[in-house]
T-cell receptor, first 112, second 114 residues
Framework: DADVTQTPRNRITKTGKRIMLECSQT?????MYWYRQDPGLGLRLIYY???????NKGEISDGYSVSRQAQAKFSLSLESAIPNQTALYFC???????????FGPGTRLLVL | AQSVTQLDSHVSVSEGTPVLLRCNYS??????LFWYVQHPNKGLQLLLK??????LVKGINGFEAEFKKSETSFHLTKPSAHMSDAAEYFC????????????FGKGTHLIIQP
């Protein structure tokens, strides 16, 4: 079984809809992250959480919110989706040293 | 603040020839540096990492990278390219505090010619 899982793997939605992307991990890590990937831009950090009570904005948090429901679960929400949020979204985890991050398989989101 | 620059957006080599993917970084502290690979329609896989130990780092699949503080570089190399190496490669920097998460370069697309 994969250590970091993301659901759904693919999602098509319409402008203005609220959607949630979910991430679960079995690595026992405290730290979790959400990134988006756009062609030619690499990955950019949206939000990160160092533990259940700690949530921090990343480089591009506008239009997104997150919830850390448990150590193992970290959800990303788009309150009102817009077309420029069409991207590939990755969840990642790390331990406290953050020497290595482990990535989920990604969620491909298309906003029409 | 930290940043990373991958000097080539695309690199094309023939199978069996050496690979060089270039990366320069900027960091206020002693950084950790990583190379990740992303094969088409796949997630990211860690190739190798530098975390202030040996400056020459060996990774998976025959890749290695050398940390050069004086040049602020962390170039990725492989002596002989294989068709399966065709992928997107990301150079990544993280400062020792880890407060900013990882900062990714924009990626280098490696093309392997038969």
């Amino acid at each position: 079984d994969a250590d970091v899982t993301q659901t759904p793997r693919n999602r098509i939605t319409k402008t203005g809809k609220r959607i949630m992307l979910e991430c679960s991990q079995t690595k026992g890590h405290d730290r979790m992250y959400w990134y988006r990937q756009d062609p030619g831009l690499g990955l950019r950090l949206i939000y990160y959480s160092f533990d259940v009570k700690d949530i921090n904005k990343g480089e591009i948090s506008d239009g997104y919110s997150v919830s850390r429901q448990a150590q193992a679960k970290f959800s990303l929400s788009l309150e009102s989706a817009i077309p420029n949020q069409t991207a590939l979204y990755f969840c990642a985890t790390s331990d406290w040293t953050q020497e290595t991050q482990y990535f989920g398989p990604g969620t491909r989101l298309l906003v029409l | 603040a930290q940043s990373v620059t991958q000097l080539d957006s695309h690199v094309s080599v023939s199978e069996g020839t050496p690979v060089l993917l270039r990366c320069n970084y900027s960091s206020s502290y002693s950084p950790s540096l990583f190379w990740y690979v992303q094969h088409p329609n796949k997630g990211l896989q860690l190739l190798l990492k530098y975390t202030s130990a040996a400056t020459l780092v060996k990774g998976i699949n025959g890749f290695e990278a050398e940390f050069k503080k004086s040049e602020t570089s962390f170039h990725l190399t492989k002596p002989s390219a294989h068709m399966s190496d065709a992928a997107e490669y990301f150079c990544v920097v993280s400062d020792w505090r880890g407060a900013d998460g990882l900062t990714f370069g924009k990626g280098t697309h490696l093309i392997i010619q038969p």
